[in-house]
């Protein structure tokens, strides 16, 4: 049951991932080939890697602590209005 519903197709959000997710990939392959093809010594500065990486970790952790916050809310706005029904329909 559960392994089955792991590679269901139907409902997923996997065919549309994969129609963005594929391309991106074969396109950094090929930069990443062109890159080693091209150079022959490392011209850029582990620095520079440092600071471009430590800037990407930092706005993808922004980003998932903002939607987690907006999901914990939007839980708790829900939890609180089934309360509420749920208070009308027993009083």
């Known amino acids: 049951f559960g392994v ?8 997923s959000v996997f065919p549309k991932a994969l129609c963005w997710a594929i ?8 930069l990443n080939v062109l890159k080693h093809f091209l150079e022959k010594e490392a011209e850029t500065p582990a620095n520079t890697i440092v600071v471009a990486f430590s800037s990407f970790v930092t706005v993808v952790g922004v980003m998932v602590v903002f939607r987690s916050n907006q999901a914990w809310s939007r839980y708790w706005q829900g939890a609180m209005m089934l309360q509420g ?3 009308e329909w027993f009083n």
Do not use: K
Not at 4 to 11: H, K, P, R
Not at 23 to 30: E, G, H, K, R
């Open 4 to 11: 089955s519903l792991v590679f269901q197709w139907s409902g």
């Open 23 to 30: 391309p991106a990939s074969i396109i950094a392959m090929l």
């Open 85 to 87: 029904v749920r208070g």
